[in-house]
């Protein structure tokens, strides 16, 4: 069974740094796409950041310059290097794959920015 295993949420002070990953388990196979989306209470899910193999990371507008995705193939792992962190930033974070048409969705991480 696929699954997408994440870790590294937490609570932070606005203007400091963190660092999500995820992994994906269960399929011999990469996924297509990996990525990052989040939900802040009373929102709609959005999109964060994505990145196909191989290619470049698409980022939301909200968050170019301060966050940066990355994707290590080879231990089937998605990373998110969160810094600048703001209060609005503030979110249950999900890692998100597609593989063969199915999207997979981690269980959630909380990411809290706050002093």
């Known amino acids: 069974q696929v699954q997408l295993v994440e870790s590294g949420g937490g609570l932070v002070q606005p203007g400091g740094s963190l660092r999500l990953s995820c992994v994906h388990v269960?399929?011999?196979?990469?996924?297509?796409?990996m990525g990052w989306y989040r939900q802040a209470p009373g929102k709609q899910r959005e999109m964060v950041a994505t990145?196909?193999?191989?290619?470049?990371?698409e980022y939301a507008d909200a968050v170019k310059g301060r966050f940066t995705i990355s994707r290590d193939n080879a231990q089937k792992t998605v990373s998110l290097q969160m810094n600048s962190l703001r209060p609005e930033d503030t979110a249950v974070y999900y890692c998100?794959?597609?593989?063969?048409?199915?999207?997979?969705w981690g269980q959630g991480t909380q990411v809290t920015v706050s002093s």
């Open positions: 998100y794959g597609n593989q063969e048409g199915v999207d997979y």
């Open positions: 990145l196909k193999g191989g290619g470049r990371g």
């Open positions: 269960g399929s011999i196979f990469n996924m297509y796409v």
